[in-house]
């Protein structure tokens, strides 16, 4: 079926006979939660840096690892796991998953040394990158047509919510259980959780069927081509702060040549007749090639807004961590809501619908620089509660419709693959943006001495520019389909 505004989410014939599985709503259910947890564990540990730091006396490089290294782990083993789970069965890899993630969130919670919980991170970061992509391959598998969208909808909405909510949770953690152990119970609140998810998750999700048993062929010099390529790109973009000097960056070309080395192995890998890790004609399809490259732009916008708001309240303004949590709720209600309400309308709109949600986004972040501007001081959080519902609506009709679009012509024995894919572009557009829209806010901060909110109107103009930059994309993307659309009517 060609991608059609009529169909913009589509769906394979070929993979989709016989009746739905009657499960597959609570299947869902299971699905979320597990994608809440890993997703959660990004942004909530952001407001828990400064009583990690005074409770394991842990150095600003250890401090960093701690985020960075999740980050990084995270994005490593996406496409692998997606390439086993659509080999093996997604069941499988998504009960080991949460298994591990339990496990390292509980180590996470007891590391006696900041150089344990560094290690627990980057565990934890690896059972994130194994669980993820089996989340958008399920939904692929065990929905259809309209019901898919709302499907990814709702996915959309636990993505937005997660990433949002992680500094607020992670605040009323903190309150209450103080800062010398509240940072504790931000990683033990995953335990009670994953052990309630891990047995409804065996039952409820869909046994791999025998085609799947069948096939063996894993492309391990693919994985080790995509994974070094994929860490040299990250480790200087997630430690361009930590790491001083100039040498970081010889890792870019680096990465490129050993993501060009992965290409051509892939190409002679498929004429040797045996299946890739990455299924190369993905990118021949305009669907997956415009909507990867407009949300890897749209996350170097969007993350770095939650980071550099919550650092300058907390830093610039003297906000609690609780305190800044809460005036980031905004966008998280927003997002939640419009996410939602997303999933179950793209089928009618298409990518209208993701190219108005950019535009709503960019109007919120303008909307935030001018509130920070003209209210000075502990009004800041009551002036962004407009402006930051008017982004989160944005992020919420960009993030759900796309992922169903961006997914619609994709295969279903590909899908955790291509769900990898599609997630390794966000985390690396995540990257960037922080990296750079860090590097303008501290350096802002050095040369204004201390002026918090000129920093933070600075950076917040560098993540604007990446959302205005994928809101082009898109409307070209629109564009291309209407004039397709008129070629075949004519």
Known sequence: MTHTQQDPVGHDPRTEDGPPDPRRWKALSVCLVGGFMVLLDVSIVNVALPSIRDGLQASESELQWVVSGYALTFGLLLVPAGRVGDVRGRRTMFVVALALFSLASLACGLAPTSLTLVI??????????????????????????????????????????????????????????????????????????????????????????????????????????????????????????????????????????????????????????????????????????????????????????????????????????????????????????????????????????????????????????????????????????????????????VISPNQALTLSQVPVERAGTAGGLLQVGQRIGAAVGIAAVASVFFARVASSRGDFASAFEHGLLVATAFVLAALVLAIVDVVVDRRIQASRTS
């Open 120 to 397: 627990a991170r980057l565990i934890q970061g690896l059972a994130g990158g194994l669980l993820t992509p089996q989340i958008s391959a399920l939904i692929q598998q065990l929905f259809r047509g309209r019901e898919r969208g709302t499907a990814f909808g709702l996915f959309g909405t636990v993505v937005g919510v997660s990433t949002a909510v992680g500094p607020l949770l992670g605040g009323a953690l903190i309150a209450v259980f103080g800062p010398d152990h509240g940072w504790r119970w931000v990683f033990f609140i995953n335990l009670p959780i994953g052990l309630a998810a891990i047995p409804l998750a065996w039952r409820l999700l869909p046994e791999p069927d025998a085609g799947q048993q069948q096939r063996h062929d894993y492309d391990p010099v693919g994985v080790v081509l995509l994974g070094a390529g994929i860490v040299a790109l990250l480790l200087p973009l997630v430690q361009e702060r930590q790491w001083e000097g100039n040498a970081k960056w010889l890792l870019i070309p680096l990465a490129l040549a050993l993501l060009a080395a992965f290409v051509l192995w892939e190409l002679r890998y498929s004429r040797r007749g045996k299946e890739p890790l990455v299924d190369l004609v993905l990118f021949r399809l305009r669907s997956w090639s415009f909507g990867a490259a407009m949300i890897t732009l749209f996350f170097a916008g969007f993350t770095p807004l939650l980071f550099v708001f919550t650092l300058a309240l907390q830093t610039g303004r003297g906000y609690t961590a609780l305190e800044a949590g809460l005036a980031i709720t905004p966008f998280a209600v927003g997002s939640a809501a419009a996410a939602a309400l997303g999933g179950r309308v793209v089928h009618r709109f298409g990518r209208m619908l993701v190219a108005a949600g950019l535009f709503l986004a960019a109007v919120g972040f303008l909307g935030t620089l001018l509130a920070v501007r003209l209210v000075p001081e502990s009004g800041t959080g009551w002036a962004t509660v407009v402006p930051l519902l008017v982004g989160g609506i944005g992020a919420g009709l």
